[in-house]
Protein backbone atom coordinates (compact mmCIF):
# COMPACT_ATOMS: atom_id res chain seq x y z
CA UNK A 1 0.00 0.00 0.00
CA UNK A 2 1.12 3.28 -1.17
CA UNK A 3 0.14 7.01 0.29
CA UNK A 4 0.46 9.87 -2.58
CA UNK A 5 0.48 12.58 -0.02
CA UNK A 6 1.18 16.62 -0.60
CA UNK A 7 3.30 18.52 1.06
CA UNK A 8 0.76 20.31 3.18
CA UNK A 9 0.13 16.81 4.92
CA UNK A 10 3.91 17.40 6.65
CA UNK A 11 2.82 20.50 8.71
CA UNK A 12 -0.25 21.14 10.88
CA UNK A 13 -3.34 22.05 8.54
CA UNK A 14 -4.27 25.47 8.86
CA UNK A 15 -8.61 25.55 10.45
CA UNK A 16 -10.69 26.72 7.90
CA UNK A 17 -13.07 29.36 8.46
CA UNK A 18 -16.45 28.59 9.55
CA UNK A 19 -17.81 30.71 7.11
CA UNK A 20 -15.93 33.21 4.71
CA UNK A 21 -15.32 36.80 5.31
CA UNK A 22 -16.29 39.87 3.63
CA UNK A 23 -14.97 42.84 3.14
CA UNK A 24 -17.22 45.22 2.71
CA UNK A 25 -15.79 48.92 3.30
CA UNK A 26 -12.22 50.49 2.97
CA UNK A 27 -10.43 49.47 6.12
CA UNK A 28 -12.78 46.80 6.79
CA UNK A 29 -15.58 48.44 9.42
CA UNK A 30 -16.78 51.84 10.12
CA UNK A 31 -13.94 52.43 12.58
CA UNK A 32 -11.64 51.77 9.86
CA UNK A 33 -9.39 49.49 11.72
CA UNK A 34 -7.75 47.86 9.10
CA UNK A 35 -8.12 44.64 10.83
CA UNK A 36 -9.65 41.40 9.74
CA UNK A 37 -10.16 39.36 12.67
CA UNK A 38 -11.51 36.36 11.24
CA UNK A 39 -8.35 35.38 9.42
CA UNK A 40 -7.36 32.02 10.09
CA UNK A 41 -5.27 30.78 7.20
CA UNK A 42 -2.45 33.21 6.92
CA UNK A 43 -0.52 33.17 10.15
CA UNK A 44 3.58 33.91 10.96
CA UNK A 45 4.41 30.31 10.68
CA UNK A 46 3.52 30.04 6.82
CA UNK A 47 3.80 33.72 5.28
CA UNK A 48 7.05 33.08 3.71
CA UNK A 49 8.73 32.52 0.89
CA UNK A 50 8.29 28.96 0.34
CA UNK A 51 4.77 28.53 1.10
CA UNK A 52 3.03 32.52 0.72
CA UNK A 53 3.38 34.30 -3.19
CA UNK A 54 1.87 35.59 -6.25
CA UNK A 55 -1.01 32.96 -6.68
CA UNK A 56 -2.91 34.66 -9.50
CA UNK A 57 -3.36 38.22 -11.07
CA UNK A 58 -5.99 39.93 -12.85
CA UNK A 59 -6.10 42.13 -15.81
CA UNK A 60 -8.28 45.67 -16.00
CA UNK A 61 -8.36 49.09 -18.18
CA UNK A 62 -6.88 50.81 -16.08
CA UNK A 63 -5.28 51.97 -12.61
CA UNK A 64 -7.20 51.11 -9.50
CA UNK A 65 -7.41 53.60 -6.97
CA UNK A 66 -10.19 52.01 -4.95
CA UNK A 67 -9.36 48.85 -2.13
CA UNK A 68 -10.95 45.71 -3.55
CA UNK A 69 -13.80 44.82 -1.89
CA UNK A 70 -14.94 41.27 -1.53
CA UNK A 71 -18.64 39.59 -0.90
CA UNK A 72 -19.04 35.94 0.07
CA UNK A 73 -21.43 33.81 -1.41
CA UNK A 74 -23.04 36.18 -4.12
CA UNK A 75 -25.40 33.99 -6.41
CA UNK A 76 -24.41 34.53 -9.84
CA UNK A 77 -27.11 34.45 -12.62
CA UNK A 78 -26.49 30.94 -14.13
CA UNK A 79 -22.97 30.16 -12.74
CA UNK A 80 -23.96 29.37 -9.18
CA UNK A 81 -22.74 30.74 -5.69
CA UNK A 82 -19.04 32.64 -5.62
CA UNK A 83 -17.38 34.77 -3.33
CA UNK A 84 -16.44 37.72 -5.43
CA UNK A 85 -14.15 40.46 -5.60
CA UNK A 86 -15.02 44.07 -6.76
CA UNK A 87 -12.74 46.22 -8.48
CA UNK A 88 -13.16 49.72 -10.03
CA UNK A 89 -10.65 51.38 -12.17
CA UNK A 90 -10.11 55.09 -13.12
CA UNK A 91 -12.11 54.04 -16.33
CA UNK A 92 -14.96 54.01 -15.08
CA UNK A 93 -15.32 50.60 -15.19
CA UNK A 94 -16.36 47.84 -12.49
CA UNK A 95 -15.33 43.82 -13.06
CA UNK A 96 -16.55 41.45 -10.43
CA UNK A 97 -14.06 38.58 -10.40
CA UNK A 98 -14.15 35.21 -8.47
CA UNK A 99 -12.03 35.41 -5.50
CA UNK A 100 -10.98 31.86 -4.64
CA UNK A 101 -10.37 30.27 -8.48
CA UNK A 102 -7.53 30.62 -10.40
CA UNK A 103 -9.11 29.34 -13.32
CA UNK A 104 -12.11 31.55 -13.44
CA UNK A 105 -9.98 34.52 -15.58
CA UNK A 106 -12.81 36.28 -17.17
CA UNK A 107 -15.09 38.04 -14.62
CA UNK A 108 -18.50 37.38 -14.00
CA UNK A 109 -19.85 40.98 -15.03
CA UNK A 110 -18.11 44.23 -15.99
CA UNK A 111 -19.73 47.48 -15.63
CA UNK A 112 -18.26 50.54 -17.84
CA UNK A 113 -19.97 54.24 -17.17
CA UNK A 114 -18.33 55.60 -20.50
CA UNK A 115 -19.80 55.80 -24.22
CA UNK A 116 -16.94 57.12 -26.22
CA UNK A 117 -16.21 59.67 -27.32
CA UNK A 118 -18.97 61.38 -26.09
CA UNK A 119 -18.83 60.40 -22.89
CA UNK A 120 -15.41 59.61 -21.24
CA UNK A 121 -13.77 59.28 -18.15
CA UNK A 122 -11.90 62.98 -17.05
CA UNK A 123 -8.14 63.02 -17.17
CA UNK A 124 -5.67 64.91 -15.26
CA UNK A 125 -5.13 67.34 -18.21
CA UNK A 126 -8.43 68.35 -17.78
CA UNK A 127 -7.95 69.94 -14.81
CA UNK A 128 -6.64 72.93 -16.16
CA UNK A 129 -5.80 75.14 -13.25
CA UNK A 130 -4.19 72.50 -11.05
CA UNK A 131 -0.96 73.07 -9.37
CA UNK A 132 -1.03 76.40 -11.51
CA UNK A 133 -1.95 74.91 -14.38
CA UNK A 134 0.12 74.65 -17.70
CA UNK A 135 0.05 70.62 -17.51
CA UNK A 136 1.59 70.36 -13.74
CA UNK A 137 -1.18 68.43 -12.00
CA UNK A 138 0.24 65.01 -11.87
CA UNK A 139 -1.16 63.54 -8.89
CA UNK A 140 -2.91 61.33 -11.37
CA UNK A 141 -1.00 60.24 -13.93
CA UNK A 142 -4.07 59.89 -16.70
CA UNK A 143 -7.87 59.13 -15.89
CA UNK A 144 -10.03 59.82 -12.57
CA UNK A 145 -13.19 57.89 -13.21
CA UNK A 146 -13.99 55.62 -9.87
CA UNK A 147 -11.33 56.48 -7.28
CA UNK A 148 -13.39 56.49 -3.99
CA UNK A 149 -13.66 52.93 -3.03
CA UNK A 150 -16.88 51.98 -3.10
CA UNK A 151 -18.97 50.07 -0.19
CA UNK A 152 -20.95 46.93 0.21
CA UNK A 153 -24.21 46.62 1.48
CA UNK A 154 -24.93 42.72 2.32
CA UNK A 155 -28.59 43.44 3.32
CA UNK A 156 -29.21 44.97 0.26
CA UNK A 157 -27.03 43.28 -2.00
CA UNK A 158 -25.78 46.36 -3.48
CA UNK A 159 -22.53 48.23 -4.32
CA UNK A 160 -22.47 51.77 -3.80
CA UNK A 161 -19.96 53.78 -6.03
CA UNK A 162 -19.32 57.26 -7.48
CA UNK A 163 -18.57 57.29 -11.41
CA UNK A 164 -17.30 60.61 -12.55
CA UNK A 165 -17.63 61.40 -16.24
CA UNK A 166 -16.75 64.25 -18.88
CA UNK A 167 -19.46 63.87 -21.11
CA UNK A 168 -19.22 65.97 -24.65
CA UNK A 169 -16.23 67.63 -24.15
CA UNK A 170 -17.22 70.45 -21.64
CA UNK A 171 -19.55 69.06 -19.23
CA UNK A 172 -18.62 67.39 -16.02
CA UNK A 173 -20.52 65.00 -14.30
CA UNK A 174 -20.74 63.01 -11.23
CA UNK A 175 -23.35 60.19 -9.83
CA UNK A 176 -23.81 58.40 -7.40
CA UNK A 177 -24.65 54.16 -8.75
CA UNK A 178 -26.00 51.44 -6.95
CA UNK A 179 -25.48 48.22 -8.41
CA UNK A 180 -26.61 44.69 -7.75
CA UNK A 181 -23.85 42.74 -6.90
CA UNK A 182 -24.95 39.46 -9.01
CA UNK A 183 -24.91 41.10 -12.47
CA UNK A 184 -23.76 44.92 -12.09
CA UNK A 185 -27.45 46.18 -13.02
CA UNK A 186 -28.68 49.21 -11.88
CA UNK A 187 -30.87 49.28 -8.58
CA UNK A 188 -33.93 51.27 -8.80
CA UNK A 189 -33.59 54.96 -8.68
CA UNK A 190 -29.91 54.66 -9.60
CA UNK A 191 -28.37 56.50 -10.87
CA UNK A 192 -28.54 59.66 -9.14
CA UNK A 193 -26.19 62.91 -10.69
CA UNK A 194 -24.81 64.72 -7.84
CA UNK A 195 -25.94 68.17 -7.27
CA UNK A 196 -26.44 70.55 -3.91
CA UNK A 197 -26.04 73.78 -2.59
CA UNK A 198 -25.01 74.80 1.09
CA UNK A 199 -24.29 78.56 1.02
CA UNK A 200 -22.12 77.56 -2.31
CA UNK A 201 -23.11 75.27 -5.12
CA UNK A 202 -21.17 71.95 -5.34
CA UNK A 203 -19.24 72.27 -8.70
CA UNK A 204 -18.74 68.44 -10.03
CA UNK A 205 -15.54 69.97 -12.15
CA UNK A 206 -13.39 71.11 -9.26
CA UNK A 207 -14.34 68.59 -6.80
CA UNK A 208 -12.49 65.70 -6.18
CA UNK A 209 -14.24 62.68 -5.12
CA UNK A 210 -11.05 60.82 -3.48
CA UNK A 211 -12.39 59.37 -0.12
CA UNK A 212 -14.01 56.09 0.04
CA UNK A 213 -17.57 55.78 0.51
CA UNK A 214 -19.35 55.40 3.80
CA UNK A 215 -22.28 52.83 4.58
CA UNK A 216 -23.75 53.88 8.26
CA UNK A 217 -27.30 53.82 9.74
CA UNK A 218 -29.03 53.34 6.51
CA UNK A 219 -27.14 56.30 4.74
CA UNK A 220 -24.55 56.67 1.93
CA UNK A 221 -22.12 59.30 2.32
CA UNK A 222 -19.73 60.48 -0.49
CA UNK A 223 -17.14 63.19 0.47
CA UNK A 224 -15.09 65.50 -1.74
CA UNK A 225 -11.43 67.32 -1.53
CA UNK A 226 -10.14 69.25 -4.35
CA UNK A 227 -7.31 69.26 -7.37
CA UNK A 228 -4.16 70.17 -5.96
CA UNK A 229 -5.78 73.09 -4.02
CA UNK A 230 -7.07 74.80 -7.29
CA UNK A 231 -10.02 77.04 -6.29
CA UNK A 232 -12.66 77.66 -5.64
CA UNK A 233 -13.40 74.25 -3.98
CA UNK A 234 -14.78 73.05 -0.51
CA UNK A 235 -14.80 69.86 1.52
CA UNK A 236 -18.28 68.80 0.77
CA UNK A 237 -20.21 65.56 2.75
CA UNK A 238 -22.97 63.96 1.48
CA UNK A 239 -25.59 61.61 2.85
CA UNK A 240 -28.49 59.72 1.00
CA UNK A 241 -31.40 57.55 2.56
CA UNK A 242 -30.76 53.89 0.80
CA UNK A 243 -34.08 54.04 0.81
CA UNK A 244 -34.76 56.06 -1.63
CA UNK A 245 -31.80 57.62 -3.45
CA UNK A 246 -33.81 60.17 -4.91
CA UNK A 247 -34.62 62.15 -2.06
CA UNK A 248 -32.48 65.08 -1.38
CA UNK A 249 -29.04 64.31 0.63
CA UNK A 250 -28.68 65.27 3.49
CA UNK A 251 -25.46 68.06 3.20
CA UNK A 252 -22.13 69.59 4.81
CA UNK A 253 -19.56 72.24 3.78
CA UNK A 254 -17.34 72.43 5.97
CA UNK A 255 -16.10 76.42 4.80
CA UNK A 256 -19.75 77.58 3.42
CA UNK A 257 -18.43 81.40 4.03
CA UNK A 258 -14.62 80.32 3.29
CA UNK A 259 -12.78 77.86 1.48
CA UNK A 260 -10.70 74.69 0.93
CA UNK A 261 -10.58 72.62 3.44
CA UNK A 262 -10.83 69.55 1.74
CA UNK A 263 -11.78 65.96 3.02
CA UNK A 264 -9.31 64.18 1.08
CA UNK A 265 -7.65 61.55 3.83
CA UNK A 266 -5.09 60.30 1.65
CA UNK A 267 -8.33 57.78 0.44
CA UNK A 268 -9.37 56.63 3.31
CA UNK A 269 -12.83 56.78 4.28
CA UNK A 270 -15.05 58.86 7.07
CA UNK A 271 -15.73 56.77 9.85
CA UNK A 272 -18.66 56.22 12.25
CA UNK A 273 -19.56 54.76 15.56
CA UNK A 274 -22.62 53.02 16.16
CA UNK A 275 -25.05 55.98 16.67
CA UNK A 276 -24.58 57.03 12.96
CA UNK A 277 -22.13 60.05 13.72
CA UNK A 278 -19.67 60.78 11.29
CA UNK A 279 -15.73 61.53 12.01
CA UNK A 280 -13.42 62.81 9.84
CA UNK A 281 -10.37 65.21 8.92
CA UNK A 282 -9.77 68.45 7.07
CA UNK A 283 -6.92 69.86 4.92
CA UNK A 284 -5.98 73.64 4.47
CA UNK A 285 -8.60 75.60 4.20
CA UNK A 286 -10.41 78.21 6.14
CA UNK A 287 -10.89 78.54 10.40
CA UNK A 288 -13.31 80.07 12.66
CA UNK A 289 -14.55 77.66 14.90
CA UNK A 290 -18.42 78.67 14.20
CA UNK A 291 -19.08 77.33 10.41
CA UNK A 292 -15.34 77.36 8.91
CA UNK A 293 -13.62 74.42 9.81
CA UNK A 294 -9.95 73.93 7.94
CA UNK A 295 -7.28 71.75 9.56
CA UNK A 296 -10.07 69.95 11.51
CA UNK A 297 -11.03 67.00 13.30
CA UNK A 298 -14.88 66.87 13.16
CA UNK A 299 -17.73 64.56 14.62
CA UNK A 300 -20.95 65.45 12.39
CA UNK A 301 -24.52 64.44 13.18
CA UNK A 302 -27.08 63.42 11.04
CA UNK A 303 -30.57 64.18 11.96
CA UNK A 304 -32.31 63.13 8.58
CA UNK A 305 -32.49 66.61 7.11
CA UNK A 306 -29.26 68.17 7.78
CA UNK A 307 -25.70 67.19 9.14
CA UNK A 308 -24.11 69.85 11.74
CA UNK A 309 -20.85 70.12 13.75
CA UNK A 310 -21.31 67.92 16.70
CA UNK A 311 -17.83 68.29 18.58
CA UNK A 312 -14.41 69.49 16.91
CA UNK A 313 -10.46 69.47 17.40
CA UNK A 314 -8.63 72.01 15.73
CA UNK A 315 -4.49 71.75 16.48
CA UNK A 316 -3.01 75.09 18.16
CA UNK A 317 -0.65 75.92 15.32
CA UNK A 318 -3.12 75.59 12.61
CA UNK A 319 -2.15 79.02 10.97
CA UNK A 320 1.47 77.41 10.74
CA UNK A 321 0.03 74.29 9.31
CA UNK A 322 -2.27 76.40 6.75
CA UNK A 323 0.98 78.46 5.62
CA UNK A 324 3.47 75.80 5.23
CA UNK A 325 0.84 73.34 3.33
CA UNK A 326 0.91 70.64 6.22
CA UNK A 327 -2.56 70.19 6.02
CA UNK A 328 -4.34 67.53 8.82
CA UNK A 329 -6.31 66.07 6.70
CA UNK A 330 -3.87 63.79 4.73
CA UNK A 331 -4.49 60.93 7.53
CA UNK A 332 -7.47 58.96 7.68
CA UNK A 333 -9.05 58.62 11.15
CA UNK A 334 -9.08 55.42 13.35
CA UNK A 335 -11.53 55.06 16.04
CA UNK A 336 -10.12 52.58 18.81
CA UNK A 337 -12.58 49.73 19.57
CA UNK A 338 -14.39 49.37 22.85
CA UNK A 339 -13.29 53.44 23.73
CA UNK A 340 -14.44 57.12 22.91
CA UNK A 341 -11.01 58.08 21.36
CA UNK A 342 -10.09 59.01 18.03
CA UNK A 343 -6.43 58.30 16.59
CA UNK A 344 -4.92 60.10 13.73
CA UNK A 345 -2.27 62.42 12.29
CA UNK A 346 -1.28 64.60 9.53
CA UNK A 347 1.12 66.21 6.75
CA UNK A 348 2.94 67.87 9.53
CA UNK A 349 4.15 64.47 11.68
CA UNK A 350 2.17 64.66 14.55
CA UNK A 351 -0.28 61.90 15.87
CA UNK A 352 -3.21 63.10 17.81
CA UNK A 353 -5.44 61.19 20.34
CA UNK A 354 -8.56 62.73 20.85
CA UNK A 355 -12.34 62.14 23.37
CA UNK A 356 -14.41 61.54 20.40
CA UNK A 357 -17.40 62.72 22.51
CA UNK A 358 -15.40 65.61 23.59
CA UNK A 359 -13.05 66.77 20.89
CA UNK A 360 -11.65 69.96 22.85
CA UNK A 361 -12.16 72.94 20.15
CA UNK A 362 -9.33 75.16 20.40
CA UNK A 363 -7.09 75.32 23.07
CA UNK A 364 -5.77 78.79 21.82
CA UNK A 365 -2.08 78.41 23.71
CA UNK A 366 1.21 77.17 22.39
CA UNK A 367 0.50 73.22 22.97
CA UNK A 368 -2.46 70.83 22.36
CA UNK A 369 -3.83 70.95 26.10
CA UNK A 370 -7.35 70.25 24.94
CA UNK A 371 -6.76 66.38 24.12
CA UNK A 372 -5.86 63.11 25.08
CA UNK A 373 -2.42 62.83 23.74
CA UNK A 374 -0.03 64.09 21.01
CA UNK A 375 3.38 63.30 19.60
CA UNK A 376 5.63 63.53 16.48
CA UNK A 377 7.29 60.85 14.58
CA UNK A 378 9.93 63.82 13.35
CA UNK A 379 9.72 64.39 9.10
CA UNK A 380 7.12 61.82 7.91
CA UNK A 381 4.10 63.13 6.80
CA UNK A 382 1.42 60.75 7.44
CA UNK A 383 -1.12 59.52 4.59
CA UNK A 384 -3.58 56.78 4.96
CA UNK A 385 -4.76 55.25 8.26
CA UNK A 386 -4.00 53.69 11.26
CA UNK A 387 -4.42 49.78 11.52
CA UNK A 388 -5.29 48.74 15.11
CA UNK A 389 -4.94 45.08 16.74
CA UNK A 390 -5.73 43.69 20.60
CA UNK A 391 -3.50 40.71 20.67
CA UNK A 392 -2.04 38.38 23.41
CA UNK A 393 0.38 40.83 24.50
CA UNK A 394 -1.86 44.53 24.47
CA UNK A 395 -3.27 46.58 22.32
CA UNK A 396 -1.32 48.23 19.26
CA UNK A 397 -1.40 50.70 16.59
CA UNK A 398 0.29 50.88 13.70
CA UNK A 399 1.64 53.68 11.57
CA UNK A 400 3.92 54.22 8.81
CA UNK A 401 4.85 57.91 7.96
CA UNK A 402 6.15 59.22 4.48
CA UNK A 403 10.45 59.77 3.52
CA UNK A 404 12.27 56.89 4.42
CA UNK A 405 10.16 56.14 7.50
CA UNK A 406 9.58 52.67 9.17
CA UNK A 407 6.26 50.61 9.74
CA UNK A 408 5.82 52.31 14.14
CA UNK A 409 4.05 50.08 16.32
CA UNK A 410 2.72 51.65 19.32
CA UNK A 411 1.31 49.95 22.76
CA UNK A 412 -2.05 51.32 23.95
CA UNK A 413 -1.64 51.48 28.21
CA UNK A 414 -4.47 50.94 30.06
CA UNK A 415 -7.38 51.37 28.04
CA UNK A 416 -6.54 55.27 27.98
CA UNK A 417 -3.13 56.60 26.00
CA UNK A 418 -0.38 55.36 24.31
CA UNK A 419 3.40 54.78 25.09
CA UNK A 420 4.58 57.76 22.69
CA UNK A 421 7.40 55.53 22.28
CA UNK A 422 7.25 52.76 19.72
CA UNK A 423 7.77 49.09 20.98
CA UNK A 424 8.99 48.05 18.02
CA UNK A 425 9.73 49.54 14.78
CA UNK A 426 10.67 47.53 11.13
CA UNK A 427 13.90 47.18 10.12
CA UNK A 428 13.13 48.06 6.60
CA UNK A 429 11.94 51.75 5.17
CA UNK A 430 9.85 53.00 2.43
CA UNK A 431 10.73 54.93 -0.18
CA UNK A 432 11.63 58.18 -0.89
CA UNK A 433 9.23 60.85 -0.62
CA UNK A 434 5.55 60.10 -0.37
CA UNK A 435 3.36 57.94 0.86
CA UNK A 436 4.91 55.97 2.87
CA UNK A 437 3.21 52.35 4.17
CA UNK A 438 -0.46 51.70 3.00
CA UNK A 439 -1.64 49.55 5.64
CA UNK A 440 -4.13 46.44 6.51
CA UNK A 441 -3.80 43.84 9.39
CA UNK A 442 -4.72 40.15 9.33
CA UNK A 443 -5.36 37.89 12.45
CA UNK A 444 -7.39 35.06 14.17
CA UNK A 445 -8.66 37.18 17.24
CA UNK A 446 -6.38 37.82 19.86
CA UNK A 447 -4.66 34.06 18.94
CA UNK A 448 -0.77 34.60 18.97
CA UNK A 449 0.98 33.68 15.92
CA UNK A 450 -1.73 34.94 13.85
CA UNK A 451 -1.51 38.50 13.57
CA UNK A 452 0.53 40.74 10.55
CA UNK A 453 0.93 43.49 8.85
CA UNK A 454 0.08 43.93 5.60
CA UNK A 455 1.92 47.20 4.14
CA UNK A 456 1.56 48.74 0.94
CA UNK A 457 4.86 50.79 0.13
CA UNK A 458 6.34 53.14 -2.36
CA UNK A 459 9.86 51.02 -3.30
CA UNK A 460 12.21 54.00 -4.21
CA UNK A 461 10.98 57.03 -5.78
CA UNK A 462 8.88 59.42 -4.52
CA UNK A 463 4.62 58.10 -5.57
CA UNK A 464 2.68 61.56 -5.14
CA UNK A 465 2.90 62.99 -8.49
CA UNK A 466 4.60 59.88 -10.26
CA UNK A 467 3.58 55.95 -11.09
CA UNK A 468 6.74 54.17 -9.66
CA UNK A 469 6.93 50.21 -8.43
CA UNK A 470 5.96 49.01 -5.25
CA UNK A 471 6.54 46.23 -2.71
CA UNK A 472 3.99 44.45 -0.21
CA UNK A 473 5.36 43.78 2.82
CA UNK A 474 4.20 41.42 5.78
CA UNK A 475 5.28 41.85 9.27
CA UNK A 476 4.88 39.71 12.22
CA UNK A 477 1.64 41.64 14.71
CA UNK A 478 3.45 41.08 18.02
CA UNK A 479 6.72 42.62 16.93
CA UNK A 480 6.84 44.43 13.53
CA UNK A 481 10.55 44.57 13.66
CA UNK A 482 9.84 40.75 12.49
CA UNK A 483 9.20 40.89 8.67
CA UNK A 484 7.88 37.67 7.67
CA UNK A 485 7.53 38.43 3.54
CA UNK A 486 7.79 40.96 0.92
CA UNK A 487 7.09 40.47 -2.47
CA UNK A 488 10.63 42.14 -3.31
CA UNK A 489 12.20 38.58 -2.26
CA UNK A 490 11.28 37.12 -5.03
CA UNK A 491 10.33 39.74 -7.46
CA UNK A 492 11.00 37.50 -10.53
CA UNK A 493 7.40 35.43 -8.73
CA UNK A 494 5.85 37.98 -6.49
CA UNK A 495 6.49 41.13 -7.81
CA UNK A 496 3.55 44.13 -6.80
CA UNK A 497 4.05 45.84 -10.14
CA UNK A 498 3.72 49.71 -10.31
CA UNK A 499 2.57 50.68 -6.60
CA UNK A 500 -1.24 51.60 -6.37
CA UNK A 501 -1.28 55.36 -4.50
CA UNK A 502 -3.16 54.82 -1.24
CA UNK A 503 -4.60 51.93 -1.54
CA UNK A 504 -4.50 49.56 1.26
CA UNK A 505 -4.34 45.64 0.86
CA UNK A 506 -7.29 43.32 1.05
CA UNK A 507 -7.05 40.27 3.04
CA UNK A 508 -9.69 37.70 3.57
CA UNK A 509 -10.01 33.78 3.34
CA UNK A 510 -6.35 33.24 2.78
CA UNK A 511 -5.22 35.76 0.23
CA UNK A 512 -4.55 39.46 -0.30
CA UNK A 513 -6.00 41.24 -2.62
CA UNK A 514 -4.05 44.61 -3.82
CA UNK A 515 -4.38 46.37 -6.15
CA UNK A 516 -1.71 48.11 -8.75
CA UNK A 517 -1.05 50.81 -11.27
CA UNK A 518 -0.01 48.20 -13.34
CA UNK A 519 -3.54 46.94 -14.31
CA UNK A 520 -4.07 44.18 -12.88
CA UNK A 521 -5.07 43.32 -9.55
CA UNK A 522 -2.52 40.64 -7.90
CA UNK A 523 -3.90 38.23 -5.63
CA UNK A 524 -1.49 36.57 -3.29
CA UNK A 525 -2.12 33.49 -0.98
CA UNK A 526 -0.67 30.01 0.44
CA UNK A 527 0.72 27.96 -2.98
CA UNK A 528 -1.31 25.09 -3.55
CA UNK A 529 0.74 21.26 -3.01
CA UNK A 530 2.31 20.45 -6.03
CA UNK A 531 0.76 17.14 -7.34
CA UNK A 532 2.92 13.93 -6.34
CA UNK A 533 2.90 11.02 -9.30
CA UNK A 534 4.58 7.41 -8.40
CA UNK A 535 5.70 4.73 -10.78
CA UNK A 536 6.70 1.08 -9.54
CA UNK A 537 9.17 -1.07 -11.49
CA UNK A 538 11.36 -3.96 -9.93
CA UNK A 539 10.69 -3.14 -6.30
CA UNK A 540 11.72 0.22 -7.18
CA UNK A 541 9.47 3.32 -6.59
CA UNK A 542 9.91 6.68 -8.65
CA UNK A 543 8.15 9.34 -7.01
CA UNK A 544 8.23 13.08 -9.27
CA UNK A 545 6.49 16.39 -8.50
CA UNK A 546 6.36 19.40 -11.51
CA UNK A 547 9.94 21.44 -11.40
CA UNK A 548 7.40 24.49 -11.96
CA UNK A 549 5.58 23.95 -8.42
CA UNK A 550 5.91 26.35 -6.22
CA UNK A 551 7.95 23.77 -3.92
CA UNK A 552 11.32 25.38 -3.48
CA UNK A 553 12.35 23.22 -0.55
CA UNK A 554 11.35 19.77 0.09
CA UNK A 555 12.37 16.47 2.33
CA UNK A 556 11.12 13.17 0.80
CA UNK A 557 9.68 10.83 4.01
CA UNK A 558 8.98 6.95 4.31
CA UNK A 559 7.05 5.40 7.21
CA UNK A 560 5.62 2.02 7.92
CA UNK A 561 2.31 4.10 9.30
CA UNK A 562 -0.19 6.29 7.98
CA UNK A 563 0.08 8.89 11.30
CA UNK A 564 3.62 7.93 12.88
CA UNK A 565 5.66 9.51 16.01
CA UNK A 566 8.55 9.91 12.85
CA UNK A 567 8.62 9.80 9.38
CA UNK A 568 12.57 8.27 7.89
CA UNK A 569 14.27 10.98 5.86
CA UNK A 570 15.10 9.63 2.24
CA UNK A 571 18.84 10.62 1.30
CA UNK A 572 18.61 9.62 -2.49
CA UNK A 573 19.33 12.32 -5.34
CA UNK A 574 17.01 14.10 -6.88
CA UNK A 575 16.83 14.77 -10.66
CA UNK A 576 15.35 16.35 -12.96
CA UNK A 577 13.71 14.39 -16.14
CA UNK A 578 10.85 15.83 -18.90
CA UNK A 579 10.44 18.70 -17.07
CA UNK A 580 9.95 16.78 -13.36
CA UNK A 581 11.71 16.37 -10.37
CA UNK A 582 12.21 12.81 -9.96
CA UNK A 583 13.56 10.72 -7.09
CA UNK A 584 13.58 6.56 -6.89
CA UNK A 585 13.65 5.05 -3.97
CA UNK A 586 13.75 1.34 -2.59
CA UNK A 587 10.29 0.08 -1.39
CA UNK A 588 11.47 -0.03 2.50
CA UNK A 589 8.51 -2.08 3.60
CA UNK A 590 5.61 -4.38 3.06
CA UNK A 591 3.47 -0.93 2.96
CA UNK A 592 4.77 2.06 2.61
CA UNK A 593 3.50 5.82 2.78
CA UNK A 594 5.62 8.72 1.66
CA UNK A 595 5.19 12.40 2.08
CA UNK A 596 6.88 15.60 0.99
CA UNK A 597 7.76 17.98 2.99
CA UNK A 598 8.41 21.38 2.92
Known sequence: MLLLSFWRLAVPLAAQPAAPTAVLTQHNDNARSGANLTETQLNTNNVNTNQFGLLFTRAVDDQIYAQPLLMTNVSIPGKGTHNIVYVATVNDSVYAFDADDASVTTAYWTRSF???????APRNTDMTGACGGNGNYKDFSGKMGIVGTP?????????????RTKEFGTNYVQRLC???LATGADRPNSPVIIAATNSVPFDPYKQNQRPALLLANGYVYV????HCDWTPYHGWL?????????????TFNDTPSGSQAGLWMSNQGPAADTNGNVFLSTGNGTFDGVSNFGESFLKLANDGFTLSVASWFTPYNYNSLNGSDQDLGTGGVLLIPGTSLMFSGGKAGTLYLVNRDNMGGLSGISADTNIVQS?????????????WWAGPNGSFAYVWGAS???????????????????????????GSGQPGGILSLSANGATAGSGIVWAAVNTSADANQAVVAGTLHAYDAQHV????????QLNARDSLGNFAKFVAPTVANGKVYMATFSGQLNVYGLFPPPQLSVAISAGVLTLSWPTNSYLLHYLLQSSPELMPPNWTNTTNTVTVNNGRYQVSVPARYASAFYRLKQ
Open 114 to 120: INPPEIV
Open 178 to 180: ALD
Open 223 to 226: AWSS
Open 404 to 430: SDHLRQYQFTNHAAFNTTAVAVSTTTG
Open 238 to 250: MGWNTANLLEPPV
Open 151 to 163: VIDPAGGTLYLVA
Open 481 to 488: AHELWNSA
Open 375 to 387: WSIGPHSIHGGPT
